[in-house]
Structure formats: C-alpha cells, structure tokens
C-alpha cells in the first residue's frame, strides 16, 4: 500500500526554507542563500531550466492562439490575446502540475505558480509579441505560412534570450523559479 502523500502549506519563505533544510539532510549541505550556495554553473542551469519552462508553456499557448483564432476567423487583436492568455494558463499549469507531484495542496501550487512564472511569461510574452508586431506580415500569416512558423521560432528563441537575465535574477534573489526549483528538482 502506497504511503499518503505529505501536503506542504505555509508561506512562501516558510516552504522554501523547509525544502531547503529537508533537502540539505538528504543532499547534504550545499550552503545557503538563494542559490544553496553552489556553484554559478548551478545558477546558471536553473535560470536555463527556468526560462526553457517557461518557453515551453508559451510555444504551446501562441500555437493554440493561432490554431483558436484562425478556426473562429478572429482578428488580430483576439489572436493575441487569446495566446497571451493561452500561453500564461500553460505556463502555469507545467508548473502547478509539478508542484503537485511533490505533494503540494492545490491552492498552494497555484499561488507558487504565479510567484515563480508571472515575471518570466510576461517578459517571453511582451518580446514574442512584440517581434510578431514588427515583422511585416507575420501577424497576419496563417498557419500553413512558412512566415508564421519562422516569426514564431525566431520570436520565441529572441524572448528565450531576453528571458534568461530575467530568471536569472528573479532566482539570485530568491524569487521566480528559485521559490519552486526544490520541487521541481524531486
């Protein structure tokens, strides 16, 4: 018979903390601080890890967006926010999902959710955008274009780039990916 899962509540600094204590007797103890004091590699490595999350969830909302808008015939004001919209709610659920797999009560998942993605998305979502907006024709293309695919990958590799710095501070300062990453990590 399986084992009950244990629930986690509390802050938000209560939690990492306790993760961090639990997971340095486990580990061993790597230091302290934001980055468990190890290695800039390590940071490195979580800020990829971070920002390839979080593009993840926003290749999947953008291309949802445009299959949504293109089926219903929508313009393209709709067509972005419907992506936008689209491309948070993945964001967030990818990491609510995971959050939930180390025994972490719904509620408290979501509120880590939004504490650790909404920076991140809207620094991917803002760039993305913005590229589509300035490329001729791109908001416009459909999705058998050759146009849209290549403005969206190139989007999307330009907002990967933009949002790397981003998560990477948001983690040296314990926030962003830093309040879920021992979650993620086990």
């Known amino acids: 018979m399986r084992a009950p899962e244990r629930r986690w509540s509390g802050s938000t600094a209560a939690l990492t903390q306790r993760l961090r204590t639990r ?33 993840t969830g926003c290749a ?10 293109t089926a219903l015939e929508w313009g393209n004001a709709l067509s972005i926010a419907i992506s936008v919209i689209l491309s948070f709610f993945f964001g ?10 180390a025994g972490v009560e719904l509620e408290r ?9 909404t920076v991140s998305i809207a620094t991917m979502e803002l760039v993305d955008n913005a590229f ?36 990477r501070w948001l983690i040296v300062r314990g926030r962003g990916h830093a309040v879920v990453k021992e979650l ?3």
């Open 23 to 55: 997971l340095g007797a486990v580990h061993g103890n790597h230091g302290s601080g934001a980055t468990g004091g190890h290695a800039p590699m390590s940071l490195n490595r979580s800020a990829v890890q971070a920002t390839v999350h979080c593009l």
């Open 60 to 69: 999947i909302g953008e291309v949802l967006g445009m299959v949504v808008a």
């Open 92 to 101: 967030y659920a990818l990491t609510v999902r995971s959050v939930r797999r």
């Open 109 to 117: 998942a979501l509120s880590l959710a939004f504490a650790s993605d």
């Open 132 to 167: 589509i907006l300035l490329v001729p024709g791109a908001i416009a293309a459909g999705l058998a274009d050759a146009l849209f695919w290549w403005s969206l990958g190139v989007s999307l590799a330009i907002a990967f780039v933009v949002a790397l710095p981003v998560n």
């Open 184 to 186: 993620h990590a086990h």
